[in-house]
């Protein structure tokens, strides 16, 4: 008995160091702040000047389409059928056509995931999108060759991506704070993170845009306002170097006041006051708060509820802010049609680059 409790530490130091071995191999391990390749089409121009630009913000679920109940959300659902995939792709690049945007921020793009079939959306976009809107740049913030999660079981591989109508000159990754818990354990998990591109303008100067999906479960941390201000921090930064830029995405929390209007399930597990008042103090965004905290809210909403057979705006996750040298001319949400494609809503802005 003395030996196997000599041998009994050693035996566990050797199962967590193999554990921490394989999670290392399995995962992927971005650096806090790395560069990504951008893809451009050999015609791709600069960002004209002094014109209206155009930009979507979109979760688009990975593509999954709205007849799944996930379970995440309470269902049984985990895989979902790859017709499917290229029908909702197809559907969202037909909305697009119609939409004629010059830059598009997508979160949730599968690539290579079980949970879809394997298929490259990225690749699928590319090959579905107007021809003119296909300069693009992805980044990883789920990636593992295989999560031993139940529901999962296999690859995961899911990005940011930004698609755009001109020239895309330097990306790059920011790793965001990440939610605390056991090392090995969040090693399979999301890596949520900022991807900025820089966007040449005919004149000479710089536009950049930037895309970013924020934690979607704090776990009562304060993960959320560390995340804040982290974007802050890098919004700060390109301020004090003079430099335009419009940032949107699935922020997952709710805009100033709207809490106190929803009813305990719409409110879930976000906070009153919301971590993202401390953006909305410092720059313009939309939806704006007056309209998304007063009687129209509804209409202003981006993440829907299945109620039925049908899916019912409940509250408002996905924003735009625009930096000082940046003038938000206008936006809506497009809801109708949409509800079908995604549990989110596409956020449609349009913006004038002052100078």
Request: aromatic content about 10%.
């Amino acid at each position: 008995m003395a030996n196997f409790d000599r041998r009994l530490p050693f035996g566990l130091l050797c199962a967590v160091a193999g554990g921490f071995a394989l999670s290392r191999f399995l995962n992927y391990h971005p650096r806090a702040v790395q560069p990504e390749e951008c893809w451009n089409c050999p015609d791709a121009t600069a960002l004209p000047v002094a014109r209206p630009i155009k930009a979507i913000t979109y979760n688009a679920q990975f593509f999954a389409g709205t007849n799944y109940h996930f379970f995440y959300d309470g269902g049984r659902d985990t895989l979902v059928d790859p017709d499917d995939v290229r029908k909702t792709v197809a559907a969202i690049s037909a909305f697009l056509a119609e939409e004629n945007p010059d830059f598009v921020l997508f979160q949730e793009v599968d690539a290579g995931a079980r949970r879809t079939g394997y298929l490259d959306q990225v690749e699928l976009l590319l090959n579905s999108l107007p021809t003119d809107l296909r300069n693009c740049v992805a980044t990883p913030y789920w990636k593992s060759r295989f999560v031993p999660h139940p529901k999962v079981m296999g690859s995961a591989d899911t990005r940011l991506a930004i698609f755009s109508r001109y020239r895309l000159q330097r990306a790059t990754r920011y790793q965001l704070p990440r939610t605390p818990g056991n090392p090995i354990a969040n090693d399979f998990n999301f890596k949520r993170a900022i991807l900025e591109v820089e966007i040449p303008s005919t004149n000479g100067e710089t536009f950049v845009l930037l895309n970013t999906h924020l934690e979607a479960f704090p776990r009562g941390t304060d993960i959320m306002q560390r995340q804040v201000d982290y974007v802050l921090t890098r919004l700060n930064s390109l301020d004090q170097r003079g430099i335009p830029w419009v940032i949107g995405g699935d922020f997952n929390l709710l805009p100033p006041g709207q809490a106190s209007h929803l009813n305990a399930e719409e409110q879930g597990c976000h906070r009153d006051p919301s971590e993202i008042s401390s953006i909305y103090e410092r720059y313009h965004g939309v939806p704006r708060v007056s309209d998304a905290s007063e009687k129209e809210m509804r209409s202003f909403m981006t993440f829907t509820k299945r109620s039925q057979a049908e899916r019912v705006p409940i509250r408002t996750l996905d924003y735009f802010f625009a930096s000082s040298k940046v003038e938000i001319k206008g936006y809506a949400v497009r809801q109708g049609d949409m509800k079908r494609l995604s549990d989110h809503l596409p956020l449609v802005a349009e913006f004038i680059i002052a100078g």
